[in-house]
């Protein structure tokens, strides 16, 4: 038991990190901005007659009628794989994953002992218990005259509580 208590709060303290980077992550983050948006990909469009620069209101639209992308960011990311660079975010989710699925583990394995534990407690309420065969046996011994199915039960009594 006690290395199941162990094991919990090694587990427990790796969640807590966890949460605490996944909240960190968002304070991180600007109000109303997606995890893709960061702000950096905005281009600026040279609109005034002075020459200044001012960012569009629509970055979707592309100003120079091409795509700046010429691929999907699913394959961006399955090149990046490919390459070996894994980004801070995927390793943060992969370790997140493997914590995840050991308190998920720790979890099971608690459900199954407590589970355990109440199957035991139900076989031993099912089985007379050693006090009870004393006491009948008690009140057969207290009796002067026995019937033969009493005499044949103070006999099985005395074999289960002595032994003989």
């Known amino acids: 038991m006690d290395s199941l208590k162990c094991r919990w709060k090694r587990l427990n303290r790796n969640g807590n990190k966890w949460v605490a980077a996944c909240r960190a992550a968002n304070a991180r983050k600007r109000s109303g901005m997606s995890d893709q948006d960061d ?17 569009p209101s629509n970055p979707e639209t592309p100003t120079s009628g091409h795509s700046t992308s010429s691929r999907s960011i699913g394959k961006d990311k399955a090149k990046r794989i490919g390459k070996g660079k894994v980004t801070q975010s995927d390793s943060i989710n992969a370790q997140c994953a493997a914590d995840l699925h050991a308190l998920r583990l720790a979890k099971d394995n608690e459900n199954e002992i407590a589970r355990a534990r109440l199957q035991l407690e139900r076989v031993k309420l099912d089985k007379p218990s050693m006090k009870m065969y004393q006491k009948m046996l008690l009140k057969l011994l207290e009796k002067e005259h026995l019937s033969p199915k009493d005499q044949d039960m103070k006999r099985n009594l005395t074999k289960i509580v002595f032994g003989k």
């Open 39 to 55: 702000g950096s990909n905005s281009k600026r469009t040279k609109t005034s007659e002075s020459g200044e620069y001012t960012i």
